[in-house]
């Protein structure tokens, strides 16, 4: 089970964002995370816990490994108001957390 | 550019049966293993299901066991998913998904890119 928190994060532009997802046992690295806006499709942001997807700005960095996981959004922009999801590739079956709305303060 | 386009949801009785579609443009299909990944109504994503590159191997969540099917046809670029036995909880829009990795071989990774979904409701 992924377990994600906050459920919602209230945030002032410019200012620095972390979300959290916590695996029930160990996924290793093996660890993504997503964007999504309403009424589009989910996007790939970071795989292996820390790696930008293409075209992700450095500002998206993760960390952790294990059971413990952190997205920091360094300094939020207007078009990252979103949910962001984590998913586990380590077990079958593959399993997202309940996501984090980040929404504006 | 890369495209996925799912069709095929609208409103179904339970019980009922529905298949859903999503054709590809933009890559070469016939190389990558493929998913289904659906989130409902104030729900979080739930991967469904996946195929391998070939369609030889598939794997299912244990929620849609035995009342899904997933299916693949390279020559048209185009995944397809056979949902019987209806259920209200299987109300979600339906996604599919580039997957990373190698199902023949046990493994997929992450998925990029999807597409933006397609919407079953089940409902009488």
């Known amino acids: 089970v992924m377990t994600q928190s906050p459920a919602t994060l209230s945030v002032s532009a410019g200012e620095r964002a972390t979300l959290s997802c916590r695996a029930s046992q160990s996924v290793n690295y093996r660890l993504a995370w997503y964007q999504q806006k309403p009424g589009q499709a989910p996007r790939l942001l970071i795989h292996g816990a820390s790696t930008r997807a293409t075209g992700i700005p450095a500002r998206f960095s993760g960390s952790g490994s294990g059971t413990e996981f952190t997205l920091t959004i360094s300094s939020l922009q207007s078009e990252d108001f979103a949910v962001y999801s984590c998913?586990?590739?380590?077990?079958?079956?593959?399993?997202f957390g309940g996501g984090t709305k980040v929404e504006i303060k | 550019e890369v495209q996925l386009l799912e069709s095929g949801g609208g409103l179904v009785q339970p019980g009922g049966s529905v298949r859903l579609s999503c054709v590809v443009s933009?890559?070469?299909?016939?190389?990558?293993?493929m998913s289904w990944v659906r989130q409902g109504p104030g729900k979080g994503l739930e991967w469904v299901s996946a195929i391998s590159a070939g369609g030889d191997r598939s794997e299912y969540a244990d929620s849609v066991k035995g009342r899904f099917s997933v299916s693949r046809d390279n020559s048209k670029s185009t995944l397809y998913l056979q949902m019987d036995s209806l259920r209200a909880e299987d109300t979600a829009e339906y996604h599919c998904?580039?997957?990373?990795?190698?199902?023949?071989?046990?493994?997929?990774?992450?998925?990029?890119?999807w597409g933006q979904g397609t919407l079953v409701t089940v409902s009488s």
């Open positions: 998904a580039k997957a990373q990795g190698d199902l023949r071989n046990g493994y997929i990774n992450w998925f990029d890119p």
């Open positions: 933009g890559f070469t299909f016939s190389a990558y293993a």
């Open positions: 998913q586990q590739y380590n077990n079958w079956p593959l399993t």
